[in-house]
């Protein structure tokens, strides 16, 4: 049973900093996309950044810039290293594994929509003050 558990989140105030840690436990798969993704409240839920097994990253155009994903195999742990942060990033930040990506098309990619990431952790919170 594959289980991903965030943590990381809280309040900041604009310009402010977080870093999110999702663990992962319970799967083997030789390779995968992992991402970060966010939903507001009222609004459909976003992808922020994927990260392939093969390393090729993505971001959303909104957080270019500021934001860096990052893995560490040896703990089995994705990041999100989240800088300048800004009121319009306030949300809930999910996890979530795609163990079928990445795919190749003109180069390794991962999946921008939440369809087709099968496993997902609980979320955790941000929130950014102005």
């Known amino acids: 049973q594959v289980q991903l558990v965030e943590s990381g989140g809280g309040s900041v105030q604009s310009g402010g900093s977080l870093r999110l840690s999702c663990v992962a436990s319970?799967?083997?798969?030789?390779?995968?996309?992992m991402a970060w993704f966010r939903q507001a409240p009222g609004k459909e839920r976003e992808l922020v950044s994927s990260i392939s097994t093969y390393g090729t990253t993505s971001y959303a155009d909104s957080v270019k810039g500021r934001f860096t994903i990052s893995q560490d195999n040896a703990k089995n742990t994705l990041y999100l290293q989240m800088n300048s942060l800004k009121p319009e990033d306030t949300a809930m930040y999910y996890c979530?594994?795609?163990?079928?990506?990445?795919?190749?098309?003109?180069?390794?990619?991962?999946?921008?929509?939440?369809?087709?990431?099968?496993?997902w952790g609980q979320g955790t919170q941000v929130t950014v003050s102005s």
């Open positions: 979530a594994v795609d163990p079928e990506g990445p795919y190749y098309g003109r180069g390794y990619y991962c999946l921008h929509t939440p369809v087709g990431y099968n496993y």
């Open positions: 319970g799967y083997t798969y030789r390779k995968y996309c």
